[in-house]
């Protein structure tokens, strides 16, 4: 198998040129006023991000739960219902590739 040293560039300048930069010293043009305004979404999507953020990944009660009835003998495993779930969740996937 030969392997190519030669990499194409898929936009952007070609290697070694360097990009035109920003002048500060330019002036804004006319209606810019250097300030960016938010809209209500935004803060409720900050909101929404932090909730998220502060939501454990497990539920630590339910484990404990299920953990407690295996100990117990109580814990009953339903096989249809997680043949289901793993069929449900091929037929999904498959569902996404086409």
Do not use: Y
């Amino acid at each position: 198998m030969k392997v190519e040293s030669g990499i194409k560039s898929v936009g952007g300048p070609p290697t070694g040129e360097a990009r035109p930069k920003a002048q500060p010293n330019q002036p804004q043009p006319s209606g810019a006023q250097g300030k960016v305004e938010l809209s209500a979404l935004s803060s409720s999507l900050s909101k929404a991000e932090a909730a998220i953020a502060s939501t454990p990944v497990v539920d630590k009660a339910r484990v404990d739960e299920i953990r407690q009835a295996i100990s117990e003998g109580r814990f009953q495993v339903d096989q249809n219902r997680i043949a289901d779930g793993l069929i449900q969740s091929v037929r999904d996937m498959l569902e996404t590739r086409a």
